[in-house]
């Protein structure tokens, strides 16, 4: 089982930026495939992005590529969401999560393990 811990969200105007971290311990990270996801009031989870062990390929939606950005840093077990011109559609608690295995795209990986989240608010 993974520990997963998010950091970084808070509140910040439209055209704003926050870096999300999501920390991870208890398996191997530099094995996991990472993902972000999110739930706005009254939606479902949506998946935003998610990254390969070796960072060499990512899958984002497509409401937030060009914006945001996934990486990871496998030397400090965390992987990171830049999430750059924010818009108020983005405002919801983004959590991460690790799957063990990978599908393609990476959306359709089978994640386990998940943090609580943390919340990202944009204002108008």
């Known amino acids: 089982q993974v520990q997963l811990v998010e950091s970084g969200g808070g509140m910040v105007q439209a055209g704003g930026s926050l870096r999300l971290s999501c920390l991870a311990s208890?398996?191997?990270?530099?094995?996991?495939?990472m993902g972000w996801f999110r739930r706005a009031p009254g939606n479902g989870r949506e998946f935003v992005a998610a990254?390969?062990?070796?960072?060499?390929?990512?899958d984002y939606v497509a409401s937030v590529k060009g914006r945001f950005t996934i990486s990871r840093d496998n030397a400090k077990n965390t992987v990171y969401l830049q999430m750059n011109n924010l818009k108020p559609e983005d405002a919801a608690v983004y959590s991460c999560?690790?799957?063990?295995?990978?599908?393609?795209?990476?959306?359709?990986?089978?994640?386990?393990?998940w943090g609580q989240g943390t919340q990202v608010t944009v204002s108008s």
């Open positions: 999560a690790a799957a063990n295995t990978y599908a393609l795209p990476l959306r359709l990986s089978r994640f386990d393990d």
């Open positions: 208890g398996r191997t990270f530099s094995s996991l495939t």
């Open positions: 990254i390969r062990p070796n960072s060499g390929t990512t």
